[in-house]
């Protein structure tokens, strides 16, 4: 669906600049950005996507990943067309490499998303599946929507957003988990045709505003596991982010446009959490590894489960109030207890 873009400006000639993302696309009149949904029509940007779903299900919030944040509720998760980045690991690549006129795309209006997420009886609503930065326009008026509605907002995104977009829908987002995808810029223009800075600024701006922050490191072997870069991921996060960011560690599986790549051994995995706790990440987890103790949320102090979990089933039988039940060590866990 057609709509007035935001965040760009005029350049000349008909040209248009896009300043939604870190990209800042310059196009030319009848040409698309490198997301592929926003379009300069005689000298005016457009969104081509506003309401255009190509995916939508219910999922614990666990899967998003989101540890930290209203642990065993569900949230009603919704997806475009389009990514402003071109991984060659792309898990979603089916939409994300998608265009406008993809078939399966239907329309919906930001007041249905508030309709459909109440309907399942979910708690909150995630722009998810593909990069919510694109969707700017619509994912803005509805998570305005979604707060008015006591819904919470949750976005999973490459952390390529500007500043001045994050800026605008801060108040109506709760929650953000940004996938650092290596700590070296090479990887980032060679893999994703992106850069590494803009990502790092996201989640230091996301945590200034006191947007709950998450963030992934998808470990690929031969590409970002060494462990000079592991270590100086984990200082930058407790440097720059805090020691309390609940840091997510998935292990790749070959998928898209890397298939050649072998699935990360458990072992790597594990030295990766060794560093992270090293480095004085109290909050480091094990994603898609089959050894349930790296998903529970441990007590740094007295090593009791405050949250355990196994799969998408979560136990808060160890956190009372926010605190840990055996030695009462605050444990930050975003929940009803200390709402927004
Ligand atoms: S949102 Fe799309 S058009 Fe805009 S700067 Fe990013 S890639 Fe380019």
Redesign the pocket.
Known sequence: MKKDARFWKEIGDKKVQ?N??S???K?DEGMF???GV?KNENGKLYTIIYGSCSSMAVDPIEKKPLYHFYPGTNVFSLGTVGC?FKCKHCQNSSISAAMPDYSCLRNITPEQTIELAREQTCQGIAWTYNEP??WHEFSFDSAKLAKKAGLYTVYVSNGYINEDPLREIYPFLDAINVDVKAFDDNFYKKVCKARLEPVLKTCEIAKELDIHLEVTYLVIPGYNDSVDELRQFCRWIVDKLDNITPVHFSRFHPDYNMTDVPATPIETLLKTYDIAKESGILYPYLGNVPIGEYENTICPNCGNICVGRCGYSVSLNGIVDGKCVKCGTIIPVVNDWHKK
């Open positions: 896009c939604l993302c990209h800042n696309c196009i950005g490198i997301c926003r402003n930065t694109i």
